[in-house]
């Protein structure tokens, strides 16, 4: 058996500080963590998104949460007190990297410099990324709803939940607390809030890098080799960034206390992270925010799908954890007051444990086994007289024959079914309830000004957020290097072949009312296919040329006019859509253009996925605009009301 570095594992600058539970003196250090957290939070997700709405929402609560739960002392905070100690725990967990990780980064922008490199293939970026973005709601909501249902089943059961608890280490602080009721729900805005912080990074590359449809099957095969590779170190990994989190008194306090703060049920479960943590870790030691969004996606579901599972440490209420693997599992330990184990706390290696047991868990003997890294650094012991009454309690309200791994043999098949169904409904019921309070308060939000949304590029894009309308408003400003008789003829522009190079899948245009010199303007129709399954989108409008002599600039709206010809059953005719273009001539040659969109795509769109895209859409479209508009048959293009206002100036 090689020989371990104790020190590599339990090195620490500074003052040894374990640390198992808040205390009222930690009251403005959790402020100062909430506060971060929400702007973690609105930094990754933009300040008025969804995810930011419900996260700031979690944050106030569980800060409410604090002061009835821990009481209130005054104290400088710590991070105030000792800021050194932040840098050094970016120190440690750069130190506790993992070659792999290197590895996986590599891999994440060499695929996106060879999309980059080779234009000409059918890499299908905007494709990808929007599977990528669907994919990420799933997840999150999926999760939701599987935690919304273990909510309910603690509720129903809050009595239970108390009895049990009350025969636990958490006897003193149940005691103390009238509320059971506070402490589930406290659990479960713990495990939500946790989800939507470790999940940001994810979020961050699938918004900010491009995957390739043509190199996915390569890119999973790279990724699952890799992820087989972090398994090999993993535990190594997570002891030495778990012994932090409980005795570096900063790394408690912001990052892994929050963990432990809540009751040991499945409704905290997050791939056994804080608030923050989740953040810090799948920046700088996962490797799973790195992957193909398919695989990520995949990864991260079934991950904190059975984080959730292995949390449930209160037996007899949904989702119930077998004996079997309550029997290979001492993390419930670590969760009833024990520092250790440290690692991941398994133990595949006893004599009632089958051989197809082992092998259907699919894992290394390093995780299988990983108690004995716990042994040999701690002195860690696996039988406990802790431990076995622990079991002795899940035997008391879980008995053998109706445990999960007894599941044939359980009584009463039926009317346990027919709680878990009810269980179900009132869940989804509850996250119907989330969902729609997230939804009001999304639509009635919004300060009804200009935000800037990114400055990249020499492209300006602004969002405006109307209260009482869910879909965002978007204005982006650039200068382009061309005329302003080029861009208004370019507008003006409007057969089929430029609609498809402006927009792909555009096609069947009809002059609903042809071009009118005298008021300048036309009505225009044409029609766009949209990748499967979506709905084709009909766009019938008006286009309305506005000058203005005082700044020598020239105004277009486009304006829907859906009403004008018959709709079409195979379409979506656009009803709302009020976009503006201004083009106004500067000194040094340039033109300046400014593009205000107004409009909804209808249909079953999600707002918040439209409202995502338009940002990198229109930034895109301004970068593009050189090639629209410096075309040569524009030169020779006859607009005499363009060229009396180059006469006026």
Not at 161 to 168: C, K, N, P
Not at 171 to 192: D, N
Not at 330 to 347: F, K, V
Not at 376 to 393: A, E, K, M, P, S
């Amino acid at each position: 058996m090689p020989q371990l570095d104790e020190k590599h594992f339990h090195k620490l600058y500074g003052s040894k500080s374990p640390r198992m539970t808040f205390q009222r003196t930690d009251f403005l250090d959790y402020v100062l963590m909430s506060l971060i957290t929400a702007a973690v939070i609105g930094a990754v997700y933009g300040v008025s998104h969804p995810m930011s709405l419900i996260g700031y929402a979690s944050c106030a609560l569980l800060l409410w949460a604090f002061i009835p739960r821990h009481g209130v002392k005054l104290k400088v905070p710590l991070l105030l007190r000792r800021p050194q100690d932040a840098l050094f725990m970016l120190i440690y967990k750069f130190q506790n990297l993992k070659p792999v990780w290197f590895l996986a980064v590599a891999m994440l922008l060499l695929e996106h410099f060879l999309i980059q490199r080779t234009p000409a293939w059918p890499h299908h970026v905007e494709l990808m990324r929007r599977i990528a973005i669907v994919l990420f709601y799933v997840h999150f909501i999926s999760i939701t709803i599987y935690r919304s249902v273990i909510l309910v089943a603690h509720l129903m059961s809050r009595e239970h939940v108390r009895e049990v608890l009350l025969q636990t280490s958490w006897k003193g602080f149940i005691g103390r607390r009238p509320s059971i009721t506070l402490e589930i729900v406290h659990a479960y805005f713990t495990g939500l809030l946790t989800h939507i912080v470790l999940i940001a990074p994810w979020y961050l590359v699938i918004t900010h890098l491009d995957f390739s449809a043509v190199l996915l099957p390569l890119m999973l095969i790279v990724n699952v080799l890799l992820q087989l590779m972090f398994y090999k170190t993993f535990n190594d990994w997570f002891y030495r960034d778990h012994w932090l989190g409980h005795n570096s008194e900063i790394e408690f306090l912001y990052l892994h206390g929050t963990h432990h703060d809540a009751i040991p049920s499945g409704l905290i479960g997050v791939a056994g992270n804080g608030y923050l943590e989740g953040f810090m870790r799948h920046t700088m030691g996962y490797i799973t925010p790195f992957f193909n969004p398919v695989l990520a996606f995949t990864m991260y579901t079934l991950e904190i799908k059975h984080d959730i599972d292995f949390h449930q440490y209160i037996p007899g209420v949904y989702p119930r954890l077998s004996r079997q693997l309550h029997e290979i599992n001492q993390h419930s330990m670590h969760h009833m007051g024990s520092l250790e184990p440290l690692g991941i706390g398994l133990n595949f290696d006893q004599p009632h444990v089958t051989d197809a047991f082992k092998k259907s868990s699919h894992l290394p003997p390093a995780i299988m086994n990983s108690y004995r890294l716990d042994e040999r650094l701690t002195g860690f012991r696996w039988h406990t007289n802790r431990y076995q009454r622990y079991l002795d309690l899940v035997d008391k309200y879980q008995p053998r024959e109706t445990t999960m791994s007894n599941a044939d043999s359980a009584p009463q098949p039926r009317g346990r079914g027919a709680k878990v169904l009810k269980a179900l409904g009132v869940g989804f019921a509850a996250l119907a309830v989330l969902l729609v309070a997230a939804h009001l308060t999304w639509k009635y939000s919004g300060s009804n000004e200009w935000e800037l949304q990114a400055d990249a590029d020499g492209v300006q894009v602004y969002s405006l957020k109307e209260p009482g309308k869910t879909v965002q408003q978007f204005k982006a400003v650039a200068r382009v290097n061309t005329t302003a008789k080029r861009a208004i003829a370019a507008m003006k522009d409007v057969d089929d072949a430029t609609c498809a190079e402006w927009i792909p899948g555009c096609g069947g245009g009809i002059a609903v009312q042809p071009w009118n010199e005298q008021n300048l303007s036309l009505v225009h129709f044409y029609r766009v296919d949209l990748p499967s399954p979506m709905t084709p989108r009909e766009f019938l409008y008006r286009m309305q040329f506005i000058p203005h002599p005082q700044d020598n600039s020239m105004g277009i709206e486009f304006t829907a006019m859906p009403d004008a010809l018959p709709g079409n059953d195979c379409c979506i005719r656009i009803t709302h859509m009020h976009n503006t273009w201004r083009f106004t001539p500067q000194a040094n040659g340039e033109l300046q253009v400014e593009l205000i969109q107004d409009m909804s795509l209808g249909g079953w769109v999600p707002y918040f996925l439209f409202n995502h895209d338009r940002v990198p859409a229109m930034h895109k479209v301004m970068l593009d605009l050189p090639k629209f508009y410096n075309k040569e048959k524009y030169d020779h293009e006859l607009l005499p009301f363009v060229e009396s206002m180059t006469a006026m100036k």
